[in-house]
């Protein structure tokens, strides 16, 4: 068993735990928080009791780099930096579900998320883990930068019909849909059950900070610069992201390519769904999984519409975290992770 | 009091008649239905126990021309046209809440409902009634066709942009999301609270209906075709529409034209409500009333982004019909519509 | 027009001033608040926008006695006494919507609430506001004492059947279950979409405010002192309680009585509806409203079950406070309240 | 690894399927239907798409014997009686889901499910398939009837404090909330969103088919007949029951015996929390989930309250029903089990 370390106690640091309860390989052994120190985790998250009883330890890298032989960070951002650069110096695999190290770009760092970075100069050691599509980087990477949820659910589809030129590199509206637990378990007004339940809304419009992140994504499979708007919107729901993205197809393609072109970049894959013709993508086919739905639309005029329905806590943060551990330490990548949605 | 009926008994016209309680004018006398003839209207609404005694009847034009002083028409498609040329034909004033004289084109008509049109000569005559558009005309309808839900929340912030020449006519994305009301009360499976409850998904990709509908009335407004891609999605919530609109600006345009442009067009409109720069609509906010809150972003990037939320129901349907219907009578358009929204 | 002054700026606030939207005499003209002063009320409850243009004020009592001619509180409790007092002195009608003059006994008070009542002389002359079942009291009162939301769920359906012996007085259970805008608008985990949503919990077992209030209420209408056991539970929704109200039929009634005496009592107020034999009462049939549906079942051995369902926001706070508002200022009891439930 | 049938295609026979993907042992291998024959099982649930290949074929006992090592009976009731006797007479093990051999009682089951029962000899075979209730004889068992999701919630809290004789056996009143997947996938408007979303209410009041079942079960714990009250409602939400249950505690009885003759008779059961003291259950912390929470409150006048969590697919069906034929295989009983609640 390789026994592993969680640093921080929020919604993805549960879903960490919830998924590690059915990993034969994986122990969690240590968990930190740092307003619930001395707290049973399972007090905080009552589905873990029976299960869990690991107890709210304060953050400390030496204890860690003792007990761990491998960790998963889950804190809000500018506070992974040190960590990683202790445990890649010690040797202890580990993923950042953080958002320190997506970004290759110190400056595009400070201007979105208003601090310097500590250590850019580790930016290009950071894999971005997308296990589909940078396999083979993430098996030798020192640590992972995980994906952002909106992200991850942006890139897959947008990535193989960029890489082949399909879609015009400018002009892709990526409109997000999002559940809940997205905005994690801190205290605001705009997070209450009666400010969220039967409404929908958009927001962070014009400024989300997974912009950035999905800008240098689809630059980097398209090999130019990518002109894209994204906007996030709130649904009332728990779980899932689902991303309609709208872009232009080159002229002289068969619109019937698009979404062949995502079975093909996409038949070997595991957790990716390429749903047959005409059946969308529904958040709720994924719920509580590692599983990736999409499909495609195009039409005649030159318009193609992708779908991507994935969960936000597990895709789009601890399954794929665990995905990528697993790909770290040479296991079966589905290892812990084989569950179907939940549904109803 | 105007002596109403109500033709179909579905969730418009239950909505009809909840708002009729508040309506100092309007008297509801009549509610006819093909499946529940013979039974109490509140039996099916138990809203409406102890304030509506009515019995639905079944559908009959002649106790409808002996009762009624003002009809609204609550059917699926195909089925309003032959009433609706009795009632214009006895001189009573009616609006028609399904969508049989949206469509200027027959064979649009045709196309998209798949039925020949019986009256395509009546067509001219239908008044397209939003009434913050089409006021005047309104007021001298013989009888209105009262716009689709998706379409109200599309048409209202696109008109003033696209009349005044702001926006490019073309690669115009509607990306609308609902609550479930809008499928109506009919037996589906995708209705069932467990297929809908925690998801969200795209459906009638391509294919919808108020597709043409809003291109119909964007290309009046633009005084030329307009092209778009409209998309419709399933939220988890009984009512409300939100859209997202994107928008490319023209050459040589101020971004801040936009959002003033709507500012000053509806600064007037009772029930139309610019939001302050920067606060977006939220379905939550107009949730059962008949208002309709709208903002606007726009970048340096020639990116123009627009929001609309309203209650698919109220503004979206039955809350519209009642403002048509207060002006063809001549009355006060806000007459029992000044609900704000239930919150929370 | 009454010129009304409201203290307080959470959700029952928000709800008295939609609610005093469409009240044809009452205009609100002040609101104070603690955390909110200088901003518009519509900043916190956007659905306002374009509608009421309150800026939230520091409370101060002299303002208050000055400008309002009436006055709403929605405090926490503790806070209420020394308005109240001052109110009364000033003879400004005032009805309280906070615990401070529900319980007769400041023992009690100090027991349930951790605070010494500072005012105990006057809660002899505080009026319990359900009007149905106090109105020539209420019409007379210096001030009302607003019920709690589960209080008015579980008093009007026992209170008759107590009134007439037709029940024990011991035994009786009452399970109670509620939206979630019932715990307010304060940031607590407990009240983050993510833990409510999907789920369904007891809370307060045992130690619950409202438990003391009811027993207090049912003890008066039996004439004697009523053994009960209260429970209230939180379901995923934004508005509505259901209390299922289990109880012993004295040795010789005959079963039938139980719901016929709730019909003979109710038959004639405008708010209540006893629904018809068999139809059992849906919280989603008073939502918005100020309505309370009732009904109960009996058999033959002697178990009767009584069902109430509310809006604990409108009946349940705010609804009921102008419907007291409006009887001690001698208007219609039902001005401004006879919107129905918001269905779907 | 078992050949596993299933015969039915309702959420029941999804969720098995659901959880036979993460179980070592068993290999889905036929699905029958009535209504979807031909149809891919992953068309129906595309949640399995990609994982489950099957098609719905039609029931045929033949095949079903050549082919399965062991079937679950996912059916409505009166269908499973035939499929039994065939099973059993082939000696292959088999978990009856349905109501068919619950009720010990033929004539009881011919009073609340209106029809005759085929087979009234082999009920005294049939296992009640609680697994830690009555393990050895599920061992041995040659057909198990799988309890229904309401009694589940009730008998286990119940059973060790009536095995004891610590509560009265009368006067027990049973206060069930559930979530909507309990009424099955059926096209009803009852189950449609917009008739349960932000609604709570009753059910089958004094007639739900449940009540023997809990009744039958609870004598036998207690060894006597016992007199109680059960009344579901339902809450908008996917899955979860919250049983509250009131009893009466013999007199002499300490109260704090109430729970902690709970936690002894589960300490050493895996699926089984006893909540520590004061922490209530929350169907959120078992969603997804074979666990059962549970918990108890007592007070001096001689008032117990017990809780109990469970959802109501999985431990209420299908995880329950997978439990039990783990033990008639010899398995490990937690096998494929031992996910915890998803949360949020």
Same mark, same amino acid.
């Given at each position: 068993? &390789? ?59 030496h204890t860690i780099k003792q007990r761990c032989d ?42 979105? &998320? ?10 290009? #050691?950071?894999? &971005? ?33 960029? #890489? ?108 990716? #769904? ?22 495609? &639309? ?24 665990? #995905? ?21």
């Open positions: 068993m &390789y026994r592993i370390g969680i640093v921080g106690d929020g919604y993805t640091a549960a879903e960490l735990l919830r998924l590690m309860v059915g990993h034969e390989r994986f122990e969690a052994v240590y968990i930190s928080s740092t307003e619930n120190i001395g707290r049973p985790i399972s007090e905080l998250y009552p589905e873990l009791y029976g299960r869990i009883n690991l107890i709210c330890e304060a953050t400390d890298i491998a960790v998963f960070l889950a804190l809000p951002h500018g506070l992974s930096v040190p960590m990683v650069r202790e445990l890649v110096a010690a040797g202890i695999p580990c993923v950042d579900l953080g958002a320190d190290f997506r970004l290759r770009d110190a400056r595009l760092y400070e201007q979105y &998320y208003g601090l310097r970075h500590e250590a850019p100069e580790m930016l290009p #050691q950071a894999v &971005y883990g997308i296990p589909e599509l940078h396999r083979e980087e993430i098996k030798k990477a020192p640590f992972v930068a995980n994906p952002g949820c909106f992200p991850t659910a942006a890139i897959v589809p947008l990535t193989p019909l960029l #890489q082949r030129g399909l879609i015009e590199p400018g002009g892709i509206i990526i409109d997000a849909k999002s559940g809940v637990s997205g905005a994690g378990r801190g205290l605001r007004t705009s997070s209450l059950f009666c400010e969220v339940h039967e409404g929908t809304h958009p927001y962070g419009v014009g400024t989300h900070r997974h912009g950035p992140e999905i800008a240098q994504e689809l630059s980097r499979a398209a090999g130019t610069g990518v002109d894209m708007v994204f906007t996030p919107h709130l649904v009332p729901m728990n779980r899932g992201i689902l991303s309609t993205i709208y872009c232009r197809i080159k002229p002289g393609v068969d619109p019937v390519q698009i979404r062949q072109v995502m079975v093909e970049a996409y038949a070997e894959e595991y957790f990716f #769904q390429v749903l047959p013709q005409g059946i969308m993508p529904h958040t709720k086919w994924v719920y509580g999984s590692n599983e990736l739905h999409l499909n495609a &639309y195009a039409d005649q005029n030159g318009h193609a519409i992708l779908f991507c329905a994935i969960d936000n806590l597990c895709r789009g943060a601890s399954g794929q975290a665990i #995905q990528n551990m697993n790909l770290m330490l040479g296991l079966d990548e589905t290892m812990g992770l084989n569950g179907t949605g939940v549904h109803p």
